[in-house]
């Protein structure tokens, strides 16, 4: 005798087999006298419409079958087939054909009972006839569902059998577990025994058997089932890292149970690709969960959205990736995280969990192998092997392009430089819709928008406007400023290729200190650097961060800190002496806490590999122990009369309508102050002139001096005005 074709030939055998089982049921059930009387009849099921119904052959029955009045002719027609289908069976199992429900018992560890539960409840979503059955061997046209009560008693023919059969509807029994069917009750009998609830096979499993490999529709809002493309091979890890992986995909604990793998480390970094390289090499493939989606989800709870995803792993043949598992570390999440631990426990498959939080399972997974697989930021050589890589698979010219300045500059992962390059064609098209073409502007413009979304919530952005020219300084400041932009522009070179990373555990970043009066150009500095870098300024108010709760200031500085790690982002600290001022001698608990911040600001500045600008305008305010871990400190000086000639002679665009009397050499001469009181003076004289007829002059430029002394809380005489006193005059 030949196997089945497919699945499906042996599923219709097995429904025929259940229902010469229900034939039979119906004999018993006339034999006992239960049968509806006519009167009742529109509340119950005629007999006349039983004859009907089972007169019309069925979908699953393969040959005619007339209604036989006994029982002997259908148990001799049930044995016969039961040897048919168990032969073909044998055969089909023989030949490597999948047979779905022979599948589902493999899977699930179930008994033959459970299997042919299964088809009870199966029968009815196939073809409605079996809910007027159902209903009528209930005795209630209402209850079209099979009935715990009627399933024992079609399955099982003794009553020890019967009794046996009740374990099988327990909650941790494998066809509750896995939510392969769903007891309910009848809503007019509230609290039932256990023979009174009754059963519904759950959709996904009727499309199982049904041959459909779709992924449960509930799953979809928060998972996806991918076929791995990656290999090994593709991955940037060292050799020993993809030996261990390649073996440990393999691993089995003392019990048969898979391993349970946590990939550690921030977005980007290969997580996912690893976990489908590894499934690659098993022949896996791998479910998807957006977990920290799947937390907000209200529907379905989470104990029976984990039992849909352990039951849809098993199905698939596939391994899970759980995404987003820091969200599980809080401690308000304990419950949630010991379900989901519980769950991989008890499906014993291979799983990836996903997270940037270091985690440890000290009090859980005793029985499952555990290992944590830490991600690392990629090197300078790696994005720039990264970049190259990406244009070339996306079609993208290389010509023009500066790789290796974006590789060195920004510190992104491997799925953020995916993200960029996609985010820097979209730049493209919008700039030019007919050619296109990326541009080394759209790659930095697209690296910073990917770098540090989240950091403009933290700490106010700047927009670089100034350039080297702009900047009034001593030429030794200039040159001061310009190694510390060097200082990042090789620092890839220095590092990597020159071997200095290997020196060096913490303090790879810069950390500069401004010092000078108010005024004086540390702003103007920054941006300057900023705008010759290419990286994005965020400037910090450290009064704005440090918080008079305990514990604040450093939550407040970790968020700074952690956003900007991946742009190398300049962070200004204005005013810094609000923290770093002169410690002085503990005398509260207090003061013993701002130390505590002192230092940890410290810490973190250490570990940043970016540039940190701190700025104050009193250095001798600032502690001296702090000022000697700076690895720059720019003083700006307070600008003389020849600079501040050239400070007003810088200061305006050339769009201006300047008046040919304007004396620049008596407003350097005359006022003594700073470059940003100067650039207040300009903004203020363009104001006047607009308001009196469009030429800036010298009234202009006297009355707008006089207006910044007033707001410096400062009061000039005439005679300070020399020539121009009764220019000073307000109209």
């Not at 004859?51 to 019309?56: E, G, N, S």
């Not at 890890?237 to 393999?250: D, E, F």
């Not at 039951?311 to 379900?339: I, M, N």
């Not at 997270?355 to 997974?365: I, K, M």
């Amino acid at each position: 005798m030949d196997g089945y074709e497919e699945s499906l030939d042996h599923l219709l055998m097995e429904l025929h087999r259940i229902a010469l089982l229900i034939r039979a049921q119906v004999v018993r059930f006339r034999a006992t006298g239960q049968a509806a009387m006519d009167e009742f009849r529109g509340l119950c099921i005629r007999e006349e419409d039983v004859d009907a119904i089972l007169a019309r052959r069925g979908p699953f029955e393969t040959r005619e079958q007339d209604v036989l009045p006994g029982l002997t002719p259908l148990r001799d027609e049930l044995a016969s087939l039961e040897r048919r289908i168990s032969e073909r069976r044998t055969m089909s199992l023989r030949n490597g054909t999948l047979l779905r429900l022979e599948r589902l018992r493999e899977l699930f560890d179930l008994t033959e009972f459970d299997v042919d539960l299964l088809l009870v409840c199966l029968m009815p979503e196939l073809d409605l006839r079996y809910e007027r059955l159902y209903a009528y061997l209930q005795d209630d046209v209402t209850k079209r569902r099979p009935g715990v009560d009627l399933a024992i008693q079609l399955l099982c023919p003794s009553f020890e059998a019967r009794l046996t059969a009740r374990r099988r509807f327990a909650p941790r029994a494998p066809l509750i577990k896995h939510r392969l069917v769903e007891l309910f009750d009848d809503p007019s009998n509230p609290r039932p025994t256990l023979l009174g609830r009754y059963i519904k096979i759950d959709e996904r499993v009727v499309e199982y058997l049904l041959g459909s490999d779709e992924p449960d529709t509930r799953l979809l809002p928060y998972a996806r089932l991918i076929l791995p493309r990656a290999s090994l091979e593709d991955l940037l890890l060292p050799t020993h890292v993809k030996r261990r992986l390649r073996g440990i995909g393999r691993q089995k604990g003392p019990n048969g149970k898979g391993p349970v793998l946590y990939l550690q480390g921030p977005y980007g970094v290969g997580k996912q690709v690893t976990a489908e390289a590894v499934c690659r090499e098993l022949g896996l493939r791998l479910l998807v969960v957006d977990g920290r989606r799947l937390l907000q989800a209200e529907n379905p709870p989470l104990e029976s959205a984990l039992a849909i995803i352990s039951r849809e792993v098993r199905l698939q043949g596939a391994a899970l990736y759980w995404a987003g598992f820091d969200a599980l570390l809080a401690d308000d999440k304990r419950p949630s995280r010991d379900l989901l631990i519980r769950e991989l426990e008890d499906c014993g498959g291979l799983a990836f969990l996903a997270g940037e939080t270091s985690w440890e399972p000290v009090d859980a997974l005793h029985e499952t192998p555990f290992v944590r697989v830490e991600s690392r930021r990629p090197g300078y050589a790696e994005r720039l092997h990264l970049w190259t890589r990406l244009l070339r698979d996306t079609g993208t010219t290389e010509a023009g392009l500066d790789l290796r300045a974006l590789a060195n500059r920004f510190a992104l992962t491997g799925g953020q430089i995916r993200d960029a390059l996609a985010t820097a064609r979209n730049l493209a098209r919008w700039r030019n819709p007919e050619n296109g073409h990326v541009t080394t502007g759209d790659l930095y413009r697209a690296c910073r928008l990917h770098s540090n979304r989240r950091l403009a919530v933290l700490a106010h952005k700047i927009k670089p406007r100034y350039l080297w020219d702009d900047i009034i300084l001593p030429e030794d400041r200039r040159r001061q400023l310009r190694e510390i932009c060097n200082c990042v522009k090789y620092r890839s070179l220095v590092y990597e290729d020159w071997g200095f990373d290997q020196k060096l555990s913490l303090g790879k970043g810069l950390n500069v200190l401004f010092a000078g009066p108010s005024g004086t150009g540390k702003t103007m500095a920054a941006e300057i650097m900023a705008q010759d870098l290419g990286l994005d300024l965020y400037k910090i108010d450290l009064s704005g961060v440090v918080s008079k709760y305990i514990g604040e200031t450093e939550k407040n500085l970790a968020r700074i800190f952690a956003e900007a790690e991946t742009s190398n982002a300049i962070l200004f600290f204005d005013e810094a002496d609000a923290l770093f001022g002169k410690r002085s001698e503990v005398r509260d608990s207090h003061d013993r806490y701002a130390n505590v911040e002192i230092s940890y600001l410290l810490q973190r500045m250490e570990e940043y590999e970016g540039v940190v600008i701190l700025a104050t305008n009193l250095r001798k305010n600032m502690d001296d122990a702090f000022v000697r871990r700076m690895h720059f400190a720019v003083e700006f000086p307070f600008p003389g009369e020849r600079d501040r000639r050239r400070i007003w002679e810088g200061i305006w665009p050339e769009q201006t309508p300047l008046s040919q009397d304007l004396d620049l050499d008596f407003m350097a001469r005359q006022f003594e102050i700073a470059g940003g009181n100067i650039r207040n003076v300009a903004v203020a004289a363009s104001f006047l002139a607009a308001d009196e007829g469009g030429v800036l002059n010298m009234s202009h430029l006297i009355r707008a001096t006089r207006r910044e002394y007033q707001k410096m809380g400062k009061v000039l005489s005439e005679g300070e005005f020399g020539r121009y006193a009764r220019l000073a005059e307000t109209r």
